[in-house]
């Protein structure tokens, strides 16, 4: 290992031992979103939320913008995560808790996304409530959801209008 490399790495094991000694009120929490921050640059690399890309290597390593605990530099799937986030499902909001991937996404994100996908997917409701069923039946099992917020779920999935021909 080179001394350059290491003197980086000695230098980011201090910053974050010091970021996580300070006390709550003094740590800076930055909102990340171009909607309601667009003119912030939380991951200061001089290109404001509203038209950051993410695409670039952050300047420090280590930050979280979004506090998901995921750095930015690894954040790439979902950099604006809003930890603890319900879903929505028709006019349904759930609580499925705070996990969050590898990725920097959110079970909220996942799901949400899958639930677009059995949406664009279904030529009928019943074709959607399938692929509702099948999606929560998986992550149920891998115990990413309880059987209580499969339940849910499913149950607001049926009761949406997703693949439902408008009534004239």
Do not use: R, W
Request: glycine share 8%; with cysteine.
């Amino acid at each position: 290992m080179s001394i350059n490399k290491l003197v980086v790495l000695i230098a980011a094991f201090m910053l974050a031992s010091f970021l996580g000694s300070m006390p709550v009120a003094a740590q800076v929490v930055c909102d990340p979103s171009p909607i309601t921050n667009p003119t912030g640059d939380c991951d200061l690399d001089g290109i404001p939320n509203s038209v950051d890309t993410c695409d670039n290597l952050d300047p420090n390593p280590l930050l979280d913008c979004d506090g998901d605990g995921v750095p930015n530099s690894v954040d790439q799937e979902c950099p604006y995560t809003i930890v603890g986030a319900d879903l929505v499902v028709g006019a349904c909001t759930i609580d499925v808790g705070t996990a969050i991937f590898s990725t920097g996404c959110s079970l909220t994100e996942v799901l949400s996304e899958d639930l677009d996908d059995c949406a664009e997917g279904a030529t009928n409701h019943g074709k959607y409530v399938s692929c509702v069923a099948k999606v929560t039946n998986a992550l149920k099992k891998q115990k990413m959801i309880t059987g209580k917020q499969k339940g849910q779920i499913q149950s607001c999935a049926a009761q949406s209008d997703v693949g439902k021909k408008p009534k004239p």
